[in-house]
C-alpha cells in the first residue's frame, strides 16, 4: 500500500515549512508537484525551492492541474473538480517509490480539501498529515494582531458564504479565507475594521488595513492590479466589529 504525505508548507517562505516537515521532505521517496498553468509557474518555483531547502532527493513527478467547469452550479462543479484531481493522482502514483509526499500549500485540515482527494483514491494509501502555518497565523503575523479578543470567539468562513449570508449573527471576529470576489465590499458596515494580506511570507507580499468603507475599495483595487500583474492571487483577511478593534 502507497503511503501517502500530505505535508503543510505554509503561505509562501521556505520558512514556514515546520521541522517535522523538513524531516518528512527529506525522507519521501516521490514528490507530486502540480503545475497550475500558464502564469503560475512560480508556485511550483517554490515548492522546488523548498525541496531543494530541506535536502530531498526524491523524484518529483509533475502533473497538470485540472480546471473547473465555470458553467456548472458550485457544488457539482467542485465535486467533478475533485474526481478529476483524483484521477490525476492516481495517474501520477503509478509505480511511485513510496512514500510519496504532496506539498499543500498552507495547512492540509484547515479549507482545503486535500484529505478529501486522497479519500477518492483507490487503493487508498495510508496517510500521514503534517501540519503546516496557515494562512490566519500568516496574515496575524505579518499584521502583528491578535486572533481573538479577550476570551472572544472568532468565526472562520468563506467569501461564498458571506456573499450569500452576510454578517453572521453574533460575531465579532469574523476570518475569512478563499475569496476571489472582494466580499467584504457586500458588507455595509461602518463599525468594521479590515486586515488584509496577499502572497503572504513572500517577497510579494502586500498589506492593508483600516476601517472597512475606507480600505475597503483601496483593497480591491489593490488586489485586482496584483492579479493582473502576477496572474494568481492567494489572500485572506480579518474582520472585527470596532468596539473590539
Do not use: C
Not at 504525505?5 to 521532505?25: D, F, K, N, Y
Not at 452576510?166 to 467584504?184: K, Q, R
Not at 468603507?213 to 474582520?239: Q, S
Amino acid at each position: 500500500m502507497t503511503e501517502l504525505w500530505l505535508i503543510g508548507i505554509g503561505t509562501g517562505s521556505p520558512g514556514h515549512v515546520t521541522l517535522e516537515g523538513q524531516a518528512a521532505l527529506k525522507a519521501a521517496r516521490t514528490v507530486l508537484i502540480p503545475r497550475k498553468g500558464t502564469g503560475k509557474e512560480d508556485l511550483a518555483d517554490l515548492r522546488h525551492r523548498i525541496l531543494h531547502n530541506a535536502g530531498s532527493t526524491a523524484r518529483q513527478v509533475h502533473f497538470d492541474y485540472p480546471a473547473r467547469d465555470p458553467a456548472l452550479p458550485y457544488e457539482p462543479r467542485v465535486r467533478l473538480w475533485h474526481d478529476e484531481i483524483a484521477r490525476r493522482w492516481q495517474t501520477a502514483l503509478g509505480g511511485a517509490e513510496s512514500p510519496v509526499a504532496l506539498l499543500v500549500w498552507g495547512d492540509p485540515g484547515l479549507y482545503d480539501s486535500t484529505l478529501r482527494i486522497a479519500g477518492r483514491l483507490s487503493p487508498k494509501p495510508r496517510l500521514k498529515v503534517i501540519p503546516g502555518v496557515t494562512a490566519l497565523q500568516a496574515l496575524t503575523a505579518a499584521h502583528a494582531i491578535p486572533f481573538n479578543t479577550v476570551a472572544g470567539a472568532v468565526t472562520v468562513t468563506t467569501g461564498r458564504r458571506l456573499r450569500d449570508h452576510g454578517w453572521p449573527e453574533g460575531a465579532e471576529t469574523l476570518a475569512v479565507v478563499l475569496d476571489g470576489e472582494a466580499s467584504f465590499l457586500t458588507l455595509a458596515r461602518p463599525d468594521l475594521t479590515i486586515w488584509w494580506g496577499a502572497y503572504l511570507g513572500m517577497a510579494e507580499q502586500i498589506l492593508d488595513h483600516g476601517p472597512l468603507p475606507e480600505a475597503g475599495p483601496r483593497i480591491a483595487r489593490t488586489r485586482a492590479a496584483a492579479r493582473a500583474a502576477h496572474g494568481w492571487i492567494m489572500d485572506t483577511y480579518l474582520l472585527r466589529t470596532e468596539d473590539t478593534a
